[in-house]
């Protein structure tokens, strides 16, 4: 340890005089203190400058954009303004560092960090940086990772920063503040080449201070991109990076802003290199011209020789000019560009088939219709069924209940989402009545009129008995704990204490397709058309498993589904019900389930009880919640959902207990509903936090980000993202969020109240086991499919965008097939896991594809590409060409037709997700604006563009699940803005704020 002062400064004269008096600088203190703990650096004096008024970008007289230095790194990379205009800026910050370093460090703190040099950081070594006259160490060490550009044999460390090198590329300047007054110096003056003096850094003078960092306007428009090649995918910094922007018009390179980063001293312009390119047509040849300038006057050292050809293949170009991917194997053509939908004029010319719609073109013929009678007790059993009047009706076949029904096997399926432990409903198998609505009997007939009248005439008597269907009352199962720390000691000894009860009704599924269900049997084999969001391992499985017959003797189509939000995750009894009463009858069988029958015939999220203690000081940081839960369940089956998860990881603190308690009643069993488990405890934690923050007075976004973890609590795992505060920022920003008078029940908009609220989201992201077929037809045409189902996310739009891209095809050339038992197997539609696990298989497939054809070409004498490297061939519009000379090359349609070869065709296959290494999920921020007694209409939602390449190959994160978490919290909390009345009985009804 040494000793220092420390001083805060909130006025920028005081913070020059205290710098002209040798203090340094520290904001976000990712550096320097990391420098001081390992005596590196030994200040005796550091100025704290955090609360300087150095926090906005904006936007110049001439068109340009001034980030302010004490501007985060992820506030800037989010910055709309910044986005927009220079993409170049936004992409190397979120490259830099990890996404807890980006959201502490600054702008003028990046640029100003000193060199990763190994013998910088080692003070028993030689180090002219660090120690004048000693000499450099590197020189004659270990120099794999040091400069090949700028050095001297005085110092060849290179400067780490990755927006410096943006920075460098688009000429930007540094604006000073010091005992002389404001200065500006170009960026390129800015960083220093170490020659004879290496321990000068900068062109700073004695006492100045950074206030700013300033781009200038640049010709429209401007496409720009960093490349940024590194030994690992995340937290490493650049063995080479490339940032560049073109200004492109009429075909021709008009403007080029090139730069070079991890080869320098300093970020490194490559000059040359845009001369080279100005008043050319872009094309591969271009591009590989340039980079053979790329590292013109390097003098690589022992160990880093490698980087002067790296250098050259380090082309951000292909980022200027393609988009937000470069440098991947194929050109992004169909990704991330404006398509139509490909099933849009089916579905809205009425012509998109659902289940139901089923007819004679699909094999559907002579079609009988079936309808369910509902129990009227919830719970008993059954005395006597009376059918005599409903089969006196013309054009009934037959009634089926447990009395007359054949045995079914029933084979123990603990998959297809059979909630373990528990046995699933049998249907007509027994006389027990286990809820309210249960199928006791199916009447079968002619037209669907005669089955309703046939249904309504049926008898039901019943030995009844009380069911259990309060929550509040009934006793819960032996409960599932998760435990850190001692939350109920910790809670009792903090000076701010909230204790909390809430209430949540169960919310029922009502998507646009009513449940339904077509059944056929040929013999053994049994074929349904069915509404599923698991075609292969739900309905097919289980059908299998209840008739007791091969899973291949059983074939599921589902080419469209209207709506599922979770209620299609398993095959429900009517489903079974088809099949029984269509093998009675011989006949195909139609069972349709009616709205009302949708609430006791499919799932739904249950209904919980929800008790949080929260416990955090007098300057909002949390140490402790205690969560008491209790949900509804089944009495034959126990549902649960990962209800707990986001107490355990959404917040830091260092004391958690949880309880979650199932709750058997006397009901048909829940199932996963839009964002399952999450929604529901981040519900409650966020009203929660919206009352701790009123409580302690600070504003709502300032408590949570007091609270944001550097990594996962409930793991110990880093986050492969996370991005929670830049979408407060965006949000806050976007929202007007800073117009709020924080006073609840003050703010009208003539008779009305108005009120805002904010909830943070959270979603885990996941994907299952999946497969896809892909085959390449001579034709040049390709066919793809995967046994996945379409519930209307565009499915069958961006499956072919991937495939396309993949196969060097368009999107027209593309076909795609889905919602078929006799493809391969996918994981169930939901849990936002489809583009990440099908997805990805198509990729998979597609590259397989592609590569087979290359492989075929090289190989053959008779192709223009015989010979030739298969890496150096790529593919567009099905045509296959090398990189460097377009001209070389030929169709796929060409190729196979030569080889007499009909297709080429591969399994892709993707194996899941793996959580073993970060913590995944999906994050956002929710701001809502409500006017009682009125609508409020006006909907925004705005993207963090990115991917995450640690979550599956294709680097996405699901949409669906994530969207609605969040959004009742933040209603909530802003009624209670509104009218100063804190609900916590959901949903919110009218008499609760009477």
């Not at 550009?149 to 300047?173: I, K, N, Q, W």
């Not at 309703?452 to 008597?461: C, D």
Request: glycine share 10%; aromatic share 6%.
């Amino acid at each position: 340890m040494f000793p220092f002062t420390y001083a805060k400064v909130s006025d920028t004269r005081e913070a020059v005089a205290a710098g002209q008096r040798g203090g340094r600088f520290i904001a976000g203190g990712t550096t320097l203190v990391d420098l001081m703990r390992e005596t590196v650096e030994r200040p005796g004096a550091v100025v704290d400058i955090s609360a300087l008024p150095m926090r906005e970008i904006t936007a110049t007289p001439r068109g340009g954009v001034r980030i302010g230095a004490l501007v985060r790194m992820s506030e800037a990379a989010a910055d709309r303004r910044v986005r927009d205009a220079y993409p170049v800026v936004s992409e190397a910050l979120e490259l830099s560092a990890s996404a807890q370093l980006r959201n502490m460090a600054t702008i003028g703190g990046n640029i100003m960090q000193r060199t990763r040099c190994t013998y910088f950081r080692d003070v028993s070594a030689a180090c002219n940086k660090r120690q004048p006259g000693s000499g450099c160490a590197a020189r004659g060490g270990v120099n794999r990772t040091h400069a090949i550009l700028g050095g001297s044999e005085h110092c060849v460390a290179t400067h780490p920063s990755d927006v410096a090198v943006a920075f460098a590329a688009l000429e930007a300047s540094v604006h000073l503040l010091g005992p002389d007054g404001e200065r500006r110096v170009a960026f390129a003056d800015f960083l220093l080449q170490p020659g004879t003096t290496p321990e000068r850094e900068q062109a700073l003078r004695p006492g100045e201070l950074i206030t700013a960092v300033e781009i200038p306007a640049h010709p429209r428009p401007l496409k720009s991109g960093y490349l940024k090649v590194r030994d690992r995918q995340s937290y490493e910094f650049a063995l080479t990076s490339a940032a560049v922007a073109l200004h492109v018009q009429g075909g021709v390179i008009r403007a080029a802003k090139i730069a070079a980063g991890g080869v320098g001293t300093v970020p490194w312009k490559l000059s040359t290199v845009e001369q080279h390119l100005i008043g050319k047509r872009p094309s591969d040849r271009l591009w590989a011209e340039a980079a053979a300038r790329a590292a013109d006057g390097a003098q690589p050292l022992t160990h880093n020789e490698f980087k002067v050809e790296l250098l050259k293949r380090t082309r951000g170009t292909s980022a200027a000019c393609g988009g937000r991917y470069p440098m991947t194997l194929q050109p992004q053509t169909a990704v991330g560009t404006p398509q139509s939908r490909v099933d849009g004029r089916l579905k809205v010319t009425g012509r998109a088939p659902y289940a139901a719609d089923h007819g004679a073109e699909e094999g559907v013929d002579n079609v009988r219709y079936a309808v369910v009678v509902d129990s009227t007790v919830g719970l008993g059993r059954i005395t006597g069924v009376d059918t005599r009047a409903a089969l006196a009706q013309p054009g009934v076949l037959t009634v089926i209940h447990h009395g007359n029904s054949p045995r079914l096997p029933y084979v123990d399926n603990p998959g297809s989402n059979n909630p373990q432990p528990g046995t699933r409903l049998r249907v007509f198998q027994d006389d027990r009545v286990l809820f309210f609505g249960q199928p006791v009997a199916v009447a079968v007939a002619e037209t669907l009129e005669a089955a309703q009248h046939a249904a309504s005439l049926v008898e039901v008597t019943y030995a009844a008995e009380p069911p259990s269907t309060d929550l509040t009352q009934a006793p819960g199962d032996e409960p599932t704990r998760y435990a850190r720390g001692d939350a109920d000691t910790a809670w009792t000894q903090a000076p701010v204490r909230l204790d909390l009860n809430y209430r949540l009704a169960r919310n029922h599924h009502n998507p646009m397709e009513p449940h339904a269900t077509i059944a056929r049997w040929d013999g053994d084999n049994l074929k349904v058309w069915d509404k599923t969001q698991w075609v292969v391992g739900g309905t097919q499985t289980e059908l299998a498993a209840v008739f007791g017959i091969p899973q291949q003797s059983v074939r599921v189509i589902s080419p469209f589904v209207g709506g599922g939000f979770g209620s299609g995750l398993r095959a429900w009894p009517h489903t079974t019900i088809a099949a029984l009463a269509a093998r009675v009858t011989g006949l195909p069988v139609k069972l349709v389930l009616s709205r009302r029958q949708m609430y006791f015939g499919t799932g739904f999220r249950p209904a919980y009880t929800y008790a949080l203690k929260v416990a955090g000081d007098r300057r909002g940081q949390l140490t402790a919640m205690v969560h008491d839960v209790r949900a509804e369940t089944s009495s034959y089956e126990t549902f649960t959902e990962a209800v707990l998860v986001p107490g355990q990881m959404l917040y830091s603190m260092p004391h958690v207990r949880q309880a979650y308690s199932t709750v058997p009643l006397d009901v048909n069993t829940p199932i996963w509903m839009r964002g399952p488990g999450f929604a529901t405890g981040t519900q409650v934690i966020e009203c929660a936090m919206d009352e701790l923050a009123h409580e302690l007075g600070v504003d709502p976004i300032e408590l949570r980000l007091r609270n944001e973890p550097g990594k996962d609590p409930s793991t110990g795992l880093p986050f492969s993202t996370r991005r929670l505060r830049e979408c407060y920022q965006v949000g806050a920003r976007e929202f007007g969020w800073h117009r709020r008078n924080p006073k609840p029940g003050v703010t009208r908009d003539g008779d009305w109240l108005i009120g805002t609220g904010m909830a943070a989201a959270v979603y885990d992201t996941g994907g299952f086991p999946a497969q896809a077929h892909v085959r390449l037809n001579a034709d040049g045409t390709a066919l793809v499919q995967s046994a996945t189902s379409d519930m209307g996310p565009g499915t069958y739009t961006s499956m072919p965008q991937v495939a396309a891209d993949a196969l060097g095809l368009t999107m027209q050339t593309v076909d795609f097939r889905l919602g078929d038992s006799v493809m391969p197997p996918t994981g169930p539609h939901g849990g936002s896991t489809t583009m990440a696990s099908v997805g990805t298989a198509i990729q998979l497939g597609s590259d397989q594809v592609r590569r087979q054809a290359i492989t075929l070409a090289v190989n053959d004498p008779r192709s223009p590409l015989h010979g030739v490297r298969p890496e150096d061939v790529i593919v567009r519009n099905g045509r296959m060409h090398l990189k460097n000379d377009p001209t070389r090359g030929e169709t796929y349609q060409q190729l196979l037709t030569r080889n007499q070869r009909p297709h080429l065709e591969a399994i892709g296959t993707y194996t899941g997700a793996v959580h073993d290494r970060f913590s995944m999920s999906a994050y956002g921020a929710v701001f809502a604006e409500i006017a009682v007694d009125a609508d409020t209409p006006n909907l925004q939602a705005i993207y963090l563009n990115g991917n995450d390449p640690e979550t599956n190959p294709l680097g996405v994160k699901g949409l669906g699940e994530i969207t609605l978490v969040g959004v009742a919290p933040a209603i909530a909390n802003a009624v209670f803005h509104a009218t100063g009345r804190r609900i916590r009985d959901f949903p919110i009804a009218a008499e609760a704020l009477l």
